[in-house]
């Protein structure tokens, strides 16, 4: 098969979280099997295509729209950056389709990335579920609200599952809630694991923490609430209490999700100090993907302490690893992990059950010896790569025969390409709505502008204020021939276009109506 996966993230550029190392890891197994794959992902710089592994990746810059849709940054900054993403990676998608055609397209449901090869309907496509917006909305996980601004992005979700000929979920956990979200039946969702390298994720190999004698005990995650980190820091006092000797080691990037938008890095040091154990725990940045490896395997215990996960890669690392992974109830962690068999499954936002975990394993090296080797063959058994990309080759077949069936399901008719000068066109008349009110409705929109003219274009600037004053008095004379006053108006209409046309949507981003 000629396989697309689309993929805002994908390492090693964009490799942020659990969607660039599926990716990557179904790409590699699909590749593997013999099949030709490639990348539509986003640049950290400069757009390109490199080939990684066999794999042709191309890396796409965010779409600009005409205007950029400024109004609409300020209004729904969150969905003006998915349309762009998905506008994007469309794009791509579409020319290289048109060069050579594929048999099917994958995609994330997250941000919407694939909602255009859905009303589409120009392949076969896949659609693979991680966590919908609108569960991120439904337990406000990420301070995430159900303001309009996010109700859009889970529209837009939810438009491309519905449309998307198959999808499929990592967790049974996850394929539930989206079949209650979408009133779909259940079955309609296929279940397919998390793939991994278990070659390279293996107990043998260098170790990038250097030993002291004592036990280490190790989180890999952003630094946010979803991920649990601070319940674990909260643990960490009542484990050192009892275990002096051990040292915590947090591998991943900090983030803004606190209280108030503050840093977490922040706040988890606050609750250290005050519970004398700063000492006692090491903060690594985030660890590339080819190294991450490296870090288990220095480890005698792994915690994913999830408030929510559809099936967290840290777990499927550290369990191929050969490394007790002690992991919540929440999400789909406990699918991954048979509780004392393979692994411990503990409630969420528990800091005393990961206390009396830690203490358990950290007192009985042959239980963690125990458990580390069962995770390992459970990997080998289950979740292997290639293996994964076999049961995904199935979903693909159902999906083209699918595509078939639901031709007429087709929601854009005209010919795909001009579909994106369609949306241009009412983008940027909802845009011009909006600008246009909130500049007639809020003073200090209007005081924005007029600074970011007279800072930005001062002689567009200029010219506006010099013919509103001589449109004012013309108007005061009363003896202004009536064929002056609408020239006027034209002019001054044109020099509002040019200064839509010099926004600067940063900055409006930043500035409060």
Request: hydrophobic share 40%.
């Amino acid at each position: 098969m000629r396989i697309c996966l689309i993929s805002r993230e994908y390492p090693p550029d964009t490799g942020f979280g659990g969607i660039a190392t599926f990716a990557h890891h179904l790409a590699s197994g699909l590749t593997a099997l013999g099949h030709e794959v490639e990348v539509v992902a986003l640049a950290k710089g400069k757009a390109k295509t490199v080939v990684e592994g066999g794999i042709r990746v191309h890396r796409v810059e965010l779409h600009q729209f005409d205007g950029d849709l400024g109004a609409i940054s300020l209004g729904m900054p969150y969905s003006c950056y998915v349309l762009r993403t998905a506008t994007a990676l469309w794009e791509k998608f579409y020319a290289l389709h048109c060069e050579n055609p594929f048999d099917v397209v994958d995609s994330p449901e997250l941000l919407a990335e694939g909602v255009i090869p859905a009303v589409t309907k120009v392949v076969p496509h896949l659609i693979r579920l991680y966590t919908p917006h609108s569960k991120f909305i439904a337990e406000q996980l990420h301070n995430v609200t159900a303001s309009f601004d996010h109700q859009f992005v889970a529209m837009l979700e939810r438009v491309a599952m519905l449309f998307a000929d198959v999808i499929t979920s990592p967790s049974d956990d996850l394929a539930d809630f989206v079949a209650r979200d979408l009133h779909l039946p259940r079955e309609k969702i296929n279940i397919i694991r998390n793939p991994i390298d278990a070659d390279k994720f293996s107990s043998d190999g260098n170790r990038a923490i250097a030993s002291d004698g004592r036990p280490i005990v190790l989180f890999v995650g952003r630094l946010e609430e979803r991920k649990g980190i601070s319940y674990l820091i909260k643990a960490v006092p009542l484990v050192v209490a009892k275990c002096p000797d051990v040292r915590f080691v947090i591998v991943g990037d900090d983030t803004n999700n606190g209280k108030g938008q503050r840093s977490v890095l922040a706040e988890l040091t606050e609750l250290l100090s005050q519970g004398g154990c700063a000492q006692q725990v090491e903060f690594v940045p985030r660890v590339p993907l080819d190294q991450l490896a490296d870090y288990y395997r220095s480890a005698d215990i792994c915690v994913v302490p999830s408030v929510y996960d559809n099936s967290p890669y840290t777990c499927l690392e550290a369990m191929s690893c050969s490394r007790p992974v002690i992991g919540t109830s929440a999400g789909g962690t406990r699918e991954y992990i048979v509780h004392g068999e393979s692994g411990v499954i503990i409630p969420p936002r528990d800091p005393q059950a990961i206390a009396e975990s830690l203490l358990q394993l950290l007192g009985n090296e042959q239980e963690r010896r125990r458990l580390g080797d069962n995770a390992r063959s459970r990997v080998l058994a289950k979740y292997q790569r290639t293996e994964i990309a076999r049961q995904t080759l199935d979903l693909y077949r159902q999906a083209r025969q699918s595509f078939e069936q639901r031709q007429h399901l087709r929601v854009y008719r005209k010919p795909p390409g001009a579909l994106v000068a369609d949306a241009e066109m009412f983008l940027g008349a909802y845009d011009q709505m909006l600008y246009d009110f909130l500049y007639r409705q809020s003073f200090r929109f209007r005081l924005s502008e007029w600074l970011m003219m007279v800072r930005k274009r001062p002689r567009l600037m200029l010219a506006k204020m010099f013919l509103r004053c001589v449109k004012s008095l013309l108007s005061l004379t009363g003896r202004t021939p009536e064929s002056v006053m609408p020239a006027l108006g034209s002019m001054e209409a044109e020099l509002h276009r040019k200064q839509r046309r010099a926004q600067v949507p940063a900055e409006r981003r930043s500035s409060k109506v």
